[in-house]
């Protein structure tokens, strides 16, 4: 299967806003297809746990999350699941600042920049899964924070607008804030 090029800064397509998936168009072949595509995309790369379809050059409002243990998270407990048009309905408290980096948004050496970025610990999302049925939770921890990022993807906002540029650490600085080895 051919691996699909990750769009990354500054492709302009990741500024375009998401288009929603009716109802009807989840369970199509090409729907099904999209999924797989960024799936293996994802499982392709070794940082990524979550990817929106606009990165791989599809402005539909598609995310992926496939957390797993990374070289820079290496202790994540595996989750995966697909959400369809997810939007954020109601958030829990302040912003913390989360480190988080994106497959979209590389250094000079080719691998993700990082940086902290304010996130609600604890959302509410409304999406439609895969049989097509609205839900609608509570969502906290891990999962909340890089749900936030997706739906920015899908809103063509990446987390460098939300810092100041210097803040924003390579990745083996990232490593070293983090104690990991290279
Ligand atoms: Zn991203």
Redesign the pocket.
């Known amino acids: 299967m051919a691996k699909i090029k990750v769009r990354t800064v500054p492709d302009p397509i990741l500024r375009q806003t998401s288009q929603p998936i009716p109802i009807t168009g989840i369970k199509t072949a090409e729907t099904q297809k999209l999924v797989r595509d960024i799936k293996n995309t994802l499982e392709g790369g070794e940082y990524g746990v979550g990817m929106s379809a606009i ?1 791989i050059g599809k402005p539909l409002a598609i995310a992926v999350v496939m957390i797993r243990p990374t070289p820079t998270r290496p202790n994540l407990e595996p989750f995966n699941k697909v959400y369809f048009n997810a939007e954020i309905i109601e958030t829990d408290g302040e912003k913390v600042p989360m480190w988080e980096g ?3 948004v590389l250094g000079k050496d080719g691998n993700p920049v990082y940086a902290q970025v304010p996130r609600y610990k604890k959302i509410r999302v409304r999406y439609l899964d895969e049989d097509a049925v609205t839900q609608e939770e509570y969502v906290d921890g891990f999962l909340a924070h890089v749900l936030q ?1 997706e739906i920015d ?1 899908q809103n063509g906002v990446l ?1 460098t607008d939300l810092i100041d540029e210097s803040d924003i650490v390579s990745c083996d600085e990232y490593k070293r804030i983090m104690n990991l080895s290279n």
Do not use: A, I, K
């Open positions: 990165q994106c497959c979209s990022h993807h987390f």
